[in-house]
């Protein structure tokens, strides 16, 4: 290690090096042409992208859970992803899980001079500062040839889940004054958005109606961004109920649910949502 930055870093005897050394054998046996897996073999960086995702939020669900043997379980189901990917371009000389491993380190040195340099910070607000002009500067995103604001929200429609993006974009837009007056301008956009989309569904082509959803699910994002609130936190709560809701529905019913009427089952899911509000309150 020449580099003066690392003279503070040790060599590690962590257990973890050797156990991530036959992660890494795994994989490469996974997708070698001799006595490889055929599913293995077969997959691509785009064809892996569904698992990337799904093991990303299946970490945040275990996490949630703080079951242990879960985090542990999920953590390595993405850290396969990651090995996966790099064993996948380094076959056709990309790069490899060395070259992915050594750049996160260097971006992590230098976005931290106040641990791996001499610079002295006083407060975590501090740190952020500083994090985000090294950034802007690794991106020459400073001086006179700072890009304009629209390259970093293409940069969050992207690479963000589209709610999350949403938040970010209007957030951002909002810092610079694209913004309403007060939260009455966003309620009547809401009334509108609706109106145009209730218009699309009676009577325009599928294309329309998909965009008038999104201006309507936009302007939600914003309403939630006013009353500091959290749409994708609010979203997966609902899910959850709703799935809970339901699965109250299934054990309340003695025969399958499409013997019952829509009234039937309306009326026994009121009585579960009375149910679960009463058990919450206990």
Excluded at 136 to 164: F, H, I, Q
Aim: charged content about 25%.
């Amino acid at each position: 290690m020449s580099n003066p930055e690392f003279a503070n870093l040790t060599p590690s005897d962590s257990p973890a090096l050797p156990a991530l050394e036959k992660l890494i054998q795994v994989v490469a046996q996974l997708r070698s042409p001799e006595g490889g897996c055929p599913w293995d073999l077969a997959q691509t960086p785009e064809s892996l992208i569904p698992y990337i995702i799904e093991e990303a939020y299946e970490v945040v669900d275990a996490i949630k859970s703080g079951d242990k043997q879960a985090i542990a379980e999920e953590l390595g189901d993405l850290l396969l992803q990651v090995v996966l990917q790099s064993q996948i371009a380094s076959e056709v000389n990309q790069f490899s899980l060395a070259e992915v491993a050594e750049g996160i380190a260097e971006k992590l040195i230098r976005r931290h001079p106040h641990v791996f340099g001499n610079v002295e910070v006083s407060s975590v607000e501090e740190v952020r500062t500083n994090w985000e002009q090294i950034k802007a500067e690794e991106k020459g995103e400073t001086g006179t040839e700072v890009k304009p604001l629209s390259d970093k929200l293409g940069r969050y429609a992207r690479t963000l889940p589209p709610l999350m993006a949403g938040m970010k974009i209007s957030q951002k837009a909002a810092a610079v004054g694209f913004e309403w007056d007060n939260v009455e301008g966003v309620w009547e956009k809401f009334e509108e958005e609706l109106g145009e989309f209730r218009y699309a569904i009676a009577h325009e082509d599928k294309a329309r109606q998909q965009a008038e959803l999104g201006d309507l699910l936009f302007v939600v994002i914003n309403l939630a961004r006013w009353y500091d609130l959290d749409p994708s936190e609010g979203l997966a709560e609902t899910n959850h109920r709703f799935v809970q809701r339901f699965s109250k529905l299934e054990s309340a019913c003695d025969r399958p649910l499409s013997e019952y009427t829509v009234e039937e089952l309306e009326a026994i899911w009121q009585q579960i949502k009375v149910l679960l509000a009463k058990q919450k309150q206990a």
